[in-house]
């Protein structure tokens, strides 16, 4: 069984920076790919950024440059700084934790950024 706690959300003026961290527990028994989606209200769920289990990191246009994604590998934490934010920013931010065959999920942080 693995577990994802996501951390670090809340409300913040277009500009300002957040970070939010993702905790993996459980059955992992080596580094596995991590990501983040986010989804805003009425919309589907987009893919942010990832990391690979060798520490590769993708991101969409739309946050490059703006985002970085980074893991703790010895404490099984991602996390996701987000700078200069802007209102379109704002969602619920889920962390996605592959293990082959499967993906694990968190329960999401809510991410509102408006003046």
């Known amino acids: 069984q693995v577990q994802l706690v996501e951390s670090g959300g809340g409300l913040v003026q277009p500009g300002g920076s957040l970070r939010l961290s993702c905790a993996a527990s459980?059955?992992?028994?080596?580094?596995?790919?991590m990501a983040w989606y986010r989804q805003a209200p009425g919309k589907q769920r987009e893919w942010v950024a990832s990391i690979s289990n060798g520490g590769r990191t993708t991101y969409v246009d739309s946050v490059k440059g703006r985002f970085t994604i980074s893991r703790d590998n010895a404490k099984n934490i991602a996390y996701l700084e987000m700078n200069s934010l802007k209102p379109e920013d704002t969602g619920v931010y889920y962390c996605?934790?592959?293990?082959?065959?499967?993906?694990?999920w968190g329960q999401g942080t809510q991410v509102t950024v408006s003046s």
């Open positions: 996605k934790l592959s293990i082959w065959p499967s993906d694990y």
């Open positions: 459980g059955s992992i028994s080596r580094i596995n790919p």
